[in-house]
């Protein structure tokens, strides 16, 4: 995967959070030296090299440091499902008192999440869902994410053209759920058409690399992009930009980074979902809090999802 500098400061700063409580690991088996009545936390991160996954897990990290009496512990998964199979088991192994798992994938990340049921650890999944529940989940319902993107291009088009689909990584929640949203909508407007759709695998990179090439098949066919992420819309704009076509195809894409932000007020991008990642990372340390403490939690908390468009950008540009 290639990584952006602003995508490496991110990660750099994400991990540089931890060295004031928390302790960062990737793969020792050392017991955490807690004090008497400290909560000890597991953190595992999806890849911290994205950039949305390194803001929510900053927001882990700095709001956990915001609580006396705690301690977490991270570790970075960079998307490798047997990775973070390890380090659930060295939380388990350190007898932490709460997990919170940020997941790789809906299903390979599953048996992950079985370990930590079976070994009766509280588990609060964040972000991204599996095939087994946890305890608590905190996040924002993809489909939401996609129905709203993808309503904004049916507007925009007026209900007839083209459109061309950047997935996330296939098998993922975010890009099933997403592509769900999606196609509710083609559903509702017949004169949209779905002229193709592959998978950039969350990833700017690659993201362009397919728009060049859809660029040549369907030059003349599509009238918009929905990219399941920002990564991937940047990437694709970046490719219509070089091509000489931005001002011929809409282009939207979801999480609202600070660079898609940029993209919106200059006019090149042309709409953005906004996904909170603090409000996601705050409420996944509330929760991992009190299923430690074995107080009543929510099962599931859900943070909308809002459109970001130049209009109303100046209250998502902080």
């Not at 779905?194 to 660029?215: C, G, P, Y």
Request: charged residues 25%; contains cysteine.
């Amino acid at each position: 995967m290639r990584i952006t500098p602003r995508k490496a400061v991110l990660a750099f700063l994400a991990v540089c959070a931890l060295t004031l409580t928390a302790t960062l690991f990737s793969g020792c088996k050392k017991t955490e030296a807690r004090k008497e009545g400290e909560i000890l936390i597991g953190f595992s991160s999806r890849d911290l090299s994205a950039e949305y996954t390194a803001k929510l897990s900053e927001a882990v990290v700095d709001y956990a440091n915001t609580k006396p009496g705690v301690k977490l512990v991270m570790v970075d998964a960079q998307s490798d499902v047997q990775k973070q199979f390890s380090q659930v088991e060295n939380f388990i192994a350190q007898k932490v008192d709460a997990i919170i798992l940020n997941p790789c994938e809906l299903e390979a990340s599953t048996p992950a999440v079985d370990r930590i049921k079976a070994s009766g650890i509280p588990l609060v999944l964040v972000n991204q869902v599996t095939k087994s529940a946890g305890d608590s989940y905190i996040g924002s319902n993809d489909f939401d994410a996609g129905r709203i993107a993808m309503e904004a291009i049916a507007k925009k088009l007026k209900g007839q053209g083209g459109v061309l689909m950047l997935h996330g990584i296939m098998g993922t929640s975010a890009q099933l759920q997403r592509e769900a949203g999606a196609r509710e909508v083609f559903a509702k407007y017949p004169g949209l058409k779905l002229v193709d759709h592959q998978t950039a695998s969350w990833d700017r990179a690659k993201a362009m690399a397919l728009t060049e090439n859809w660029i040549q098949a369907h030059k003349g066919k599509f009238q918009a992009i929905f990219a399941h992420n920002d990564e991937m819309a940047m990437g694709a704009l970046l490719a219509l930009e070089r091509a000489g076509l931005k001002k011929d195809v809409t282009v939207i894409g979801i999480d609202a980074i600070a660079q898609a932000l940029t993209a919106v007020k200059e006019g090149r991008l042309d709409a953005t979902v906004f996904q909170d990642a603090v409000g996601q990372g705050k409420g996944s340390v509330d929760a991992a809090l009190l299923l430690a403490k074995k107080q009543p939690c929510p099962k599931e908390t859900m943070i909308p999802f809002k459109l970001v468009t130049r209009d109303n950008l100046s209250e998502f540009l902080k």
